[in-house]
């Protein structure tokens, strides 16, 4: 049974009638917002990359869960596919009518569950490829042993699953070494299943999470170039097994790769960007190198698509892994920030004798996932303080308003220094008081807004009314 039974939706219809209109000043705290404009920019940016490079496109919508980020991820061009990625069977659920939506229209649509598949998901993605027809859902493979529910879905639905073996990047989380001989066994198996039209074996899949931690635009690339080197060379490992064993009708290999910080990075190869690239010959190399590759694969036969999740709403860990230039990765492109009140101010407690003070955002608010670029939960924004403006620094570098330390329903905000700084933190520039409202820009986003139910949306592109709420999205609930 599809999870909206037991996990319903936040009731839209009631919080627009009764927040649309109104301030975030007078919304309860802590809040979820949304700056609808930074959404926008983002989701147009990516498409416009895959579009101009020729890339297959597959928008992950874990991250937020919504419908509305979901249209404005996959974009209206209707010759365009649909492909998403979802990390709960909810997510699919949530999304069906749309998706009907767009089959309706005459659009190519696939959901790819991004878990190896189990049992367990059977009935639920067979009751979504049944809704949506031939070619609308994908799943992931890296154990033979999931060939037999492979087999089971397809039974269920009367569809043939299409079916990606998951490819380890060196995360250790999901998938198998393209180039292990246990590789090979999972692609015997999934050959075996295609020929019995049990699946269509479709590509492979990777997920760089490792790119989290990297800090140049050169090291984003490269780790692109790794995550479709290694598909690739499972891919052609693929096609001499198939040779081998005897045709099997195989389509062409699609080539899945992308954590958002490599995803991003293929931004690089368009000729706008600044002028950073002519200047620095270790990213020239791999922007150059990136670019041969992706010709290589598909003149091999394969299909290059990309694939990524937090990048339209970003957050503070996408900042500092510093995958693209300024100019399409900043401060101002952070398009979700959870609004808390200040509860209490401590003068002089912090470290140095810099003040402290208590809002009510903790650990169950703005996540546990630290950042790579400084000690904290999450930083205060310029929103609603008097002559604060965005950082013009690094992420490393930003002096201000920090989450120090935090319990379940309350964070410290302590006064820190870049890491890049000196040890020593100098006075604050400005200080909170206490009822009064404040924006903090999370960690990781994903996991920040997996805690709310709905996010209130304002928009940044209308003039003096930056701060009115302009909708509510409700989100996917369960799992």
Request: contains cysteine.
């Given at each position: 049974?599809?999870?909206?039974?037991?996990?319903?939706?936040?009731?839209?219809?009631?919080?627009?009638?009764?927040?649309?209109?109104?301030?975030?000043?007078?919304?309860?705290?802590?809040?979820?917002?949304?700056?609808?404009?930074?959404?926008?920019?983002?989701?147009?940016?990516?498409?416009?990359?895959?579009?101009?490079?020729?890339?297959?496109?597959?928008?992950?919508?874990?991250?937020?869960?919504?419908?509305?980020?979901?249209?404005?991820?996959?974009?209206?061009?209707?010759?365009?596919?649909?492909?998403?990625?979802?990390?709960?069977?909810?997510?699919?659920?949530?999304?069906?009518?749309?998706?009907?939506?767009?089959?309706?229209?005459?659009?190519?649509?696939?959901?790819?569950?991004?878990l190896p598949i189990?049992?367990?998901?059977?009935?639920?993605?067979?009751?979504?490829?049944?809704?949506?027809?031939?070619?609308?859902?994908?799943?992931?493979?890296?154990?033979?042993?999931?060939?037999?529910?492979?087999?089971?879905?397809?039974?269920?639905?009367?569809?043939?699953?299409?079916?990606?073996?998951?490819?380890?990047?060196?995360?250790?989380?999901?998938?198998?070494?393209?180039?292990?001989?246990?590789?090979?066994?999972?692609?015997?198996?999934?050959?075996?299943?295609?020929?019995?039209?049990?699946?269509?074996?479709?590509?492979?899949?990777?997920?760089?999470?490792?790119?989290?931690?990297?800090?140049?635009?050169?090291?984003?690339?490269?780790?692109?170039?790794?995550?479709?080197?290694?598909?690739?060379?499972?891919?052609?490992?693929?096609?001499?097994?198939?040779?081998?064993?005897?045709?099997?009708?195989?389509?062409?290999?699609?080539?899945?790769?992308?954590?958002?910080?490599?995803?991003?990075?293929?931004?690089?190869?368009?000729?706008?960007?600044?002028?950073?690239?002519?200047?620095?010959?270790?990213?020239?190399?791999?922007?150059?190198?990136?670019?041969?590759?992706?010709?290589?694969?598909?003149?091999?036969?394969?299909?290059?698509?990309?694939?990524?999740?937090?990048?339209?709403?970003?957050?503070?860990?996408?900042?500092?892994?510093?995958?693209?230039?300024?100019?399409?990765?900043?401060?101002?492109?952070?398009?979700?920030?959870?609004?808390?009140?200040?509860?209490?101010?401590?003068?002089?407690?912090?470290?140095?004798g810099t003040p402290?003070?208590?809002?009510?955002?903790?650990?169950?608010?703005?996540?546990?996932?630290?950042?790579?670029?400084?000690?904290?939960?999450?930083?205060?924004?310029?929103?609603?303080?008097?002559?604060?403006?965005?950082?013009?620094?690094?992420?490393?570098?930003?002096?201000?308003?920090?989450?120090?330390?935090?319990?379940?329903?309350?964070?410290?905000?302590?006064?820190?220094?870049?890491?890049?700084?000196?040890?020593?933190?100098?006075?604050?520039?400005?200080?909170?008081?206490?009822?009064?409202?404040?924006?903090?820009?999370?960690?990781?986003?994903?996991?920040?807004?997996?805690?709310?139910?709905?996010?209130?949306?304002?928009?940044e592109d209308q003039?003096?009314?930056?701060?009115?709420?302009?909708?509510?999205?409700?989100?996917?609930?369960?799992?």
């Amino acid at each position: 049974m599809s999870s909206l039974t037991y996990y319903p939706a936040s009731p839209r219809e009631a919080l627009v009638a009764e927040y649309v209109g109104k301030s975030i000043h007078n919304v309860p705290t802590p809040a979820a917002i949304i700056n609808v404009a930074a959404v926008r920019r983002n989701c147009g940016r990516m498409l416009e990359a895959c579009k101009s490079l020729n890339l297959g496109w597959r928008a992950h919508i874990k991250t937020h869960k919504t419908v509305e980020i979901t249209r404005l991820q996959v974009g209206d061009d209707a010759s365009f596919p649909v492909n998403l990625v979802i990390s709960t069977l909810a997510e699919g659920e949530f999304l069906l009518q749309a998706l009907k939506e767009y089959k309706s229209q005459g659009r190519q649509v696939n959901v790819l569950y991004g878990l190896p598949i189990t049992a367990n998901a059977v009935d639920r993605l067979s009751a979504l490829a049944s809704a949506l027809g031939d070619g609308s859902v994908s799943i992931l493979l890296d154990d033979p042993a999931q060939l037999a529910v492979a087999a089971k879905l397809r039974q269920a639905s009367g569809i043939a699953p299409r079916a990606s073996i998951k490819i380890d990047m060196g995360g250790k989380r999901a998938g198998v070494v393209a180039d292990s001989d246990r590789f090979l066994e999972i692609a015997d198996a999934a050959l075996a299943a295609h020929r019995k039209g049990d699946i269509i074996l479709s590509g492979l899949y990777s997920h760089a999470g490792q790119s989290y931690g990297g800090d140049s635009r050169a090291a984003a690339i490269k780790m692109m170039s790794a995550e479709i080197s290694a598909m690739k060379l499972g891919a052609d490992r693929i096609k001499k097994r198939e040779a081998e064993k005897g045709a099997s009708n195989l389509p062409a290999l699609i080539l899945s790769g992308g954590a958002s910080p490599t995803a991003l990075s293929v931004q690089n190869l368009l000729s706008h960007d600044d002028a950073q690239a002519s200047s620095a010959p270790e990213l020239q190399t791999e922007v150059q190198s990136l670019a041969a590759l992706f010709d290589t694969v598909k003149s091999s036969g394969h299909v290059v698509e990309i694939h990524a999740g937090v990048y339209p709403t970003l957050d503070l860990q996408q900042l500092a892994a510093h995958s693209m230039s300024a100019s399409r990765l900043s401060w101002g492109d952070l398009a979700l920030s959870i609004l808390a009140e200040v509860h209490s101010t401590y003068p002089g407690r912090g470290e140095g004798g810099t003040p402290e003070a208590l809002i009510g955002a903790g650990g169950l608010a703005l996540g546990r996932e630290f950042c790579k670029a400084y000690d904290g939960m999450a930083m205060l924004t310029p929103w609603g303080r008097a002559g604060a403006s965005l950082p013009a620094c690094d992420v490393e570098d930003y002096e201000g308003w920090t989450v120090g330390r935090f319990s379940q329903e309350h964070g410290i905000l302590t006064w820190a220094r870049g890491k890049r700084k000196a040890a020593s933190a100098g006075p604050p520039s400005d200080m909170v008081e206490v009822g009064q409202k404040v924006k903090l820009w999370p960690n990781h986003a994903c996991i920040t807004s997996s805690h709310f139910g709905w996010y209130f949306v304002v928009d940044e592109d209308q003039p003096g009314k930056e701060d009115e709420i302009v909708d509510i999205w409700t989100k996917a609930r369960g799992w």
